[in-house]
């Protein structure tokens, strides 16, 4: 009971988008880890759960004084960016991208963050206890700072929110979610190929998805070794929470036969998959 606790990161993300001087949204949401547990949007004035456990060990009235904190903040937010933007004659339209979380390390303290980007560009973050501009922040974010840093009652709340909510938040959910967020989904694999116009290439496939967690190996193998060529793509998001991958390779077609595609996930313990090219398989 003692070994140390993994968790996962807890990531809030707030995109403002700033039309006009009258005109402004907001949309939120929460992640832990590679899963979104919240969804945020401006026409609705709850913060919706994605997942059931997504309110962790919370009570009914923590999570409303929460949500309340939240509802009181969004609109100063609109408001203040509005002034500050009047301030240092900002041009519209612009963006304001929030990226706020912590990170729960066993037997240390946690990691808590506060980071806001303009039109795309890091320019504040929460530090200590005061807002500080990004080292090659434009001058005029000075003159902002002035202003935020002198609201000591909200730099209050955001150490509390930072050094307490968040860590607390973040060790309930994943208490709750464990069984889901633990989870081990096997991948499904299959091969596609095709002819390279014009050439007398074939492009192979290997397709592996379905698979959770993120974490997957596949390889194109020519007698028992790693073929060199093969080309590895990123790991893309399905839209059931899990994820796909995609391996391929561009061979001569003589050479194609006893080729294989080999793939490994922790889904599966030692017992990879490996897949065998053949005609079949050319689409
Ligand atoms: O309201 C856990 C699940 C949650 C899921 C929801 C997802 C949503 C993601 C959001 C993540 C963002 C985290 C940021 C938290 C900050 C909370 C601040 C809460 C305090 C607050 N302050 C406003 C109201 O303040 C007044 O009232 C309070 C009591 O309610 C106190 O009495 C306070 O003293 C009093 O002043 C303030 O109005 C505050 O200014 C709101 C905005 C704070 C802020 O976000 N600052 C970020 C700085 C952004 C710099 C932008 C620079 C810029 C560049 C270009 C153009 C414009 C601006």
């Known amino acids: 009971s003692d070994a140390p606790q993994r968790t996962l990161p807890l990531h809030c993300l707030q995109i403002s988008s700033f039309t006009n001087r009258s005109w402004s949204r907001t949309d939120g949401s929460t992640w832990l880890g590679d899963v979104q547990i919240h969804t945020w949007s401006h026409d609705s004035d709850i913060i919706r759960y994605l997942k059931p456990w997504a309110g962790g060990t919370f009570t009914d009235q923590q999570w409303e004084q ?25 041009d519209y339209p612009f963006e304001l991208q929030l990226f706020a979380g912590c990170e729960v390390h066993p037997g240390s303290i946690p990691e808590s963050f506060i980071h806001v980007a303009f039109q795309g560009s890091s320019i504040v973050h929460f ?6 501009a990004v080292p090659d922040a434009p001058q005029w974010v000075g003159k902002i700072l002035q202003v935020l840093n002198h609201d000591l009652g909200t730099r209050a709340t955001v150490q509390w929110l930072l050094n307490d909510t968040c860590p607390q938040f973040a060790r309930g959910v994943f208490e709750a979610g464990k069984s889901e967020l633990e989870k081990q989904v096997k991948p499904e694999a299959w091969l596609t190929g095709a002819r390279t116009p014009g050439s007398d290439h074939l492009l192979l496939v290997c397709h592996v998805s379905g698979f959770y967690p993120k974490p997957a190996w596949a390889m194109w193998m020519w007698g028992g070794q790693e073929h060199p060529d093969t080309q590895q793509g990123d790991t893309v998001p399905n839209t059931d929470g899990t994820w796909y991958l995609r391996v391929t390779l561009d061979v001569a077609a003589e050479q194609a036969a006893g080729l294989a595609c080999r793939v490994n996930h922790s889904s599966l313990g030692d017992q990879d998959i490996i897949l065998h090219w053949g005609e079949k398989d050319l689409v």
């Open 66 to 90: 929460l949500q309340h904190l939240f509802r009181v903040y969004r609109s100063s937010f609109s408001r203040d960016m509005q002034e500050f933007a009047r301030i240092v004659q900002a």
């Open 127 to 132: 530090q200590g206890t005061s807002w500080v």
